[in-house]
């Protein structure tokens, strides 16, 4: 009689308990270096161009983003074989509602989007974004990539969404205001 008690207290316990954990999500689609590699292909070099942008710099990439810079430090990583720039990547994490999104957006050597690639995604899998949406970024310029011009939404993604679309407008904007105007390229 004393083990039916002990073991019914045991399952109300389990039960209880289950109903106040918190389901995890999350996966990792790629590594850094599979990262790299889909942005360059096998056997190219990656150089790191690191950018410290300073309170003037900081405001012409938050006016042309349209998005708040949380770091004064961003990092490209440069494509090149042998010798020949293939292209800018960049790696940026942004936290959708509670958990994090990580997408490489790859730049062309001019500066143009070449493609958008959801590396790691934390929330739920109904709030992730397809594949099929971010080819929507694909040589668009930095003025058409918004929801209210070129860009569609995705209903029951919206934050997802929205934190990509910011991501984008990030890394364009200073590529076009640290790299391009800077003469870095």
């Known amino acids: 009689m004393k083990t039916r008690k002990k073991t019914s207290a045991l399952l109300l316990l389990l039960g209880l308990l289950s109903c106040f954990s918190t389901p995890s999500f999350g996966k990792i689609f790629y590594s850094k270096e599979e990262a790299m590699e889909l942005a360059f292909g096998k056997g190219a070099q990656i150089e790191l161009l690191s950018l410290f942008p300073?309170?003037?710099?900081?405001?012409?990439?938050?006016?042309a983003a349209h998005t708040k810079l949380e770091s004064g430090l961003f990092t490209f990583y440069v494509g090149k074989q042998q010798g020949k720039v293939l292209g800018y990547a960049a790696i940026e994490t942004e936290t959708v509602r509670t958990k994090p999104e990580t997408i490489m957006i790859v730049l062309t050597p001019e500066g143009d989007v070449r493609s958008v690639t959801l590396l790691a995604f934390h929330e739920p899998p109904e709030y992730q974004p397809p594949e099929r949406w971010f080819e929507q970024f694909t040589n668009r310029p930095l003025a058409e990539i918004d929801f209210n011009k070129s860009i569609q939404g995705i209903s029951?993604?919206?934050?997802?969404?929205?934190?990509?679309l910011n991501s984008v407008?990030?890394?364009?904007?200073i590529y076009q205001i640290l790299v391009k105007n800077?003469?870095?390229v």
């Open 54 to 63: 300073d309170k003037n710099d900081s405001a012409k990439i938050e006016a």
């Open 156 to 164: 029951g993604a919206t934050l997802s969404t929205r934190s990509a």
């Open 169 to 173: 407008r990030k890394v364009l904007a």
């Open 182 to 184: 800077k003469g870095k």
